[in-house]
């Protein structure tokens, strides 16, 4: 199962193992402060190099904010260029 959390926002990668319902049951039980799960639909697309996104549970909002090493960040998602492990 492949993910990344960002703030209050789970992102899931493709290729999926399970089906979408059952991403969505584990990330909740597992994380009881998701607001939102996002699916990467695409790979990065040119000329930004970023993903489409669709919403899979949760609040229309694609916005968050993350804390790393006790500093704040707003951040856009939809904007933001996650890693690929």
Same mark, same amino acid.
Do not use: C, W
């Given at each position: ?12 990668? *493709?290729? @999926?193992?399970? $089906? ?6 584990? &990330?909740?039980?597992?994380?009881? #402060? ?19 996104? *669709?919403? @899979?549970?949760? $609040? ?6 993350? &804390?790393?090493?006790?500093?704040? #960040? ?12």
């Amino acid at each position: 199962m492949s993910y990344d959390i960002i703030g209050d926002i789970a992102v899931i990668k *493709k290729p @999926l193992k399970y $089906e979408e319902e059952e991403y969505i049951k584990r &990330i909740l039980e597992k994380h009881k #402060f998701i607001r939102t799960i996002l699916l990467q639909e695409t790979d990065v697309l040119p000329p930004y190099r970023i993903p489409k996104y *669709k919403i @899979l549970y949760g $609040e229309n909002k694609t916005e968050t904010i993350n &804390i790393e090493y006790g500093l704040r #960040f707003k951040v856009d998602v939809l904007d933001a260029i996650i890693p690929q492990d």
